[in-house]
T-cell receptor, first 116, second 110 residues
Framework: EAQVTQNPRYLITVTGKKLTVTCSQN?????MSWYRQDPGLGLRQIYY???????DKGDVPEGYKVSRKEKRNFPLILESPSPNQTSLYFC???????????????FGPGTRLTVL | SQQGEEDPQALSIQEGENATMNCSYK?????LQWYRQNSGRGLVHLIL?????REKHSGRLRVTLDTSKKSSSLLITASRAADTASYFC??????????FGTGTSLTVIP
């Protein structure tokens, strides 16, 4: 089954304790992205990757890191989480990022993160 | 910010009625997409309309795009209880960033 998976689904942590949220897709998509969703703010893009070893900042990259060492995986790293990073996080992927070829994004089930 | 805004924020209708929600955005786009999100779950793509298209249909969905007004509308005809969800528009620019609106929460009453 074609899907995007995220782990963990739920996480409660404390300020400053480094964490990683994993994201994996099995559709051979070039493009992957991370979003956070907050009430009243909709979804905001954190980082995206157009292919292996190629990453770019989205709208709200501060406090986050990403890496793209393999095509299928795109982990989100919070080196020193703070309470304002409490949010619902979504990973997404899609096919070719080439301009002029736009298509749908497939979303993971979400990771609900609470930073105390 | 290029973020779009959906209107209304919340909509409640009876089953069988039509639901219309609107999306406005701020800058030039290459395409606009609509997504559905069931409570607390991932988003599911519904339909994509390109900037050179004015209207598109998919099953009970009808999307229009007016680039001169920087707005789009999503019409769901003959709504069902299963359509209860939040609906988001997302715009893509010439790069690879996507901007989502704040969503319309639709409740369809059986």
């Amino acid at each position: 089954e074609a899907q995007v998976t995220q782990n963990p689904r739920y996480l409660i942590t404390v300020t400053g304790k480094k964490l990683t949220v994993t994201c994996s897709q099995n559709m051979n998509h070039e493009y992957m992205s991370w979003y956070r969703q907050d009430p009243g703010l909709g979804l905001r893009q954190i980082y995206y990757s157009m292919n292996v070893e190629v990453t770019d900042k989205g709208d709200v990259p501060e406090g986050y890191k990403v890496s793209r060492k393999e095509k299928r995986n795109f982990p989100l790293i919070l080196e020193s989480p703070s309470p304002n990073q409490t949010s619902l996080y979504f990973c997404a992927s899609r096919h070719s990022p080439f301009r002029g070829y736009y298509n749908e994004q497939f979303f993971g089930p979400g990771t609900r993160l609470t930073v105390l | 910010s290029q973020q779009g805004e959906e209107d209304p924020q919340a909509l409640s209708i009876q089953e069988g009625e039509n639901a219309t929600m609107n999306c406005s955005y701020k800058t030039s786009i290459n395409n606009l997409q609509w997504y559905r999100q069931n409570s607390g779950r991932g988003l599911v793509h519904l339909i994509l309309i390109r900037s050179n298209e004015r209207e598109k249909h998919s099953g009970r969905l009808r999307v229009t795009l007016d680039t001169s007004k920087k707005s789009s509308s999503l019409l769901i005809t003959a709504s069902r209880a299963a359509d209860t969800a939040s609906y988001f528009c997302a715009t893509g620019d010439t790069g690879n960033q996507f901007y989502f609106g704040t969503g319309t929460s639709l409740t369809v009453i059986p």
